[in-house]
């Protein structure tokens, strides 16, 4: 290989090496700075759960109703064995799935929700808001909103509960009817 031929391999190498951030930039048209307050933002959101979450609601679901059928259906004895593997089917199929997903949901993000960010914020507004979601006061907050709204359901249940217990009864019994009724057990069949 002539010199000329090695030094431009080198050069195209070299290129490619110390290039490959403004290729990226260019690609998806946001500058390196930019796209890492981006993902700064991104790490805070925990939008990765999303797909685990629409994952897990309907795993949970039917193992909700699956407890239904074991406690109406199955034999005492067998019920805690039964619902044990029920509980051990659904655990083994979300620690299978949860990584691709959790995968996919990355990609999701990085492809859909990182190019609107970058669109719709200034590099200003992101910086800004990276450190609003990165502030431990924020994270004390959060911290204290489960205790929040516990404490306002506890209140909201002492204050109401006297009224509404009664009237939930006489729905749960209207309901009843209604069941039996449909399924021919009512009024003496």
Same mark, same amino acid.
């Given at each position: 290989?002539?010199?000329?031929?090695?030094?431009? +391999? *080198?050069?195209?190498?070299?290129?490619?090496?110390?290039?490959?951030?403004?290729?990226? !930039?260019?690609?998806?048209?946001?500058?390196?700075? #930019?796209?890492? +307050?981006? /993902?700064?933002?991104?790490? #805070?959101?925990?939008?990765? /759960?999303?797909?685990?979450?629409?994952?897990?609601?309907?795993?949970?679901?039917? +193992?909700?109703?699956?407890?239904?059928?074991?406690?109406?259906? +199955?034999?005492?004895? #067998?019920?805690?064995?039964?619902?044990?593997?029920?509980?051990? $089917?659904?655990?083994?199929?979300?620690?299978?799935?949860?990584?691709?997903?959790?995968?996919?949901?990355?990609?999701?993000? !990085?492809?859909?929700?990182?190019?609107?960010?970058? @669109?719709?914020?200034?590099?200003? $507004?992101? #910086? @800004?808001?990276?450190? *609003?979601? $990165?502030?431990?006061?924020?994270?004390?907050?959060?911290?204290?909103?489960?205790?929040?709204?516990?404490?306002?359901?506890? /209140?909201?249940?002492?204050? /109401?509960?006297? @009224? *509404?217990?009664?009237?939930?009864? $006489?729905?749960?019994?209207?309901?009843?009817?209604?069941?039996?009724?449909?399924?021919?057990?009512?009024?003496?069949?």
């Amino acid at each position: 290989m002539s010199m000329s031929r090695s030094m431009s +391999v *080198i050069a195209v190498a070299l290129g490619l090496v110390f290039g490959g951030g403004a290729c990226a !930039q260019a690609a998806s048209g946001v500058p390196a700075e #930019k796209q890492a +307050v981006v /993902n700064r933002v991104l790490a #805070k959101m925990a939008l990765e /759960n999303v797909g685990l979450q629409m994952l897990q609601a309907p795993v949970a679901e039917m +193992v909700r109703q699956s407890r239904v059928v074991v406690t109406s259906r +199955v034999p005492a004895e #067998k019920q805690e064995a039964t619902m044990k593997d029920v509980t051990a $089917e659904a655990t083994a199929f979300l620690e299978k799935e949860a990584p691709p997903l959790r995968a996919s949901t990355q990609t999701v993000v !990085q492809s859909s929700v990182a190019p609107l960010l970058a @669109q719709k914020f200034s590099l200003e $507004e992101l #910086k @800004q808001l990276a450190d *609003i979601l $990165e502030s431990p006061v924020l994270a004390k907050f959060e911290g204290l909103v489960p205790e929040m709204k516990k404490t306002v359901g506890d /209140n909201v249940a002492k204050a /109401n509960g006297p @009224q *509404i217990q009664p009237k939930m009864t $006489e729905l749960q019994n209207r309901v009843g009817l209604r069941l039996r009724a449909a399924v021919g057990q009512a009024g003496g069949q």
